[in-house]
């Protein structure tokens, strides 16, 4: 199992800003790395991908809002969150698809394509 290592979780208040941090030790080629979150009772679900050339992908609850970022290492992925809102808390999740097609990610709905998963990092955000 790839390790991957989530940071940067913790309690902030609504409109302010959180970024979080996953160092890989993946050591092949990423085709893909991905941030999800999931709240307590609900499924799981995809918050923004971002290729192995850089081109992110953005659920439509964050879009404008949060932005995902890769290291020039390819090794730290970074998700800035701004102007947070109360349903933005959750368990924070990074993932990664290793592969040679460094222009795909999955789909934002598709989990079972990621080869590796962080243990997550809890974001709370009050009203």
């Known amino acids: 199992q790839v390790p991957l290592m989530e940071s940067g979780g913790g309690s902030v208040q609504a409109g302010g800003s959180r970024t979080l941090s996953c160092y890989s030790r993946?050591?092949?080629?990423?085709?893909?790395m991905a941030w999800f979150r999931q709240v307590a009772g609900k499924p799981r679900e995809a918050v923004a991908t971002i290729t192995g050339t850089d081109v992110p992908t953005y659920a439509d609850a964050v879009k404008d809002r949060f932005t995902i970022l890769v290291g020039d290492d390819k090794r730290t992925l970074t998700l800035q969150m701004n102007d947070l809102k109360p349903e933005d808390t959750g368990v924070y999740y990074c993932a990664l698809r290793g592969g040679f097609n460094t222009k795909y990610c999955p789909a934002l709905g598709v989990e079972d394509e990621y080869d590796a998963w962080g243990q997550g990092t809890q974001v709370t955000v009050s009203a």
């Open positions: 993946y050591s092949g080629v990423i085709s893909c």
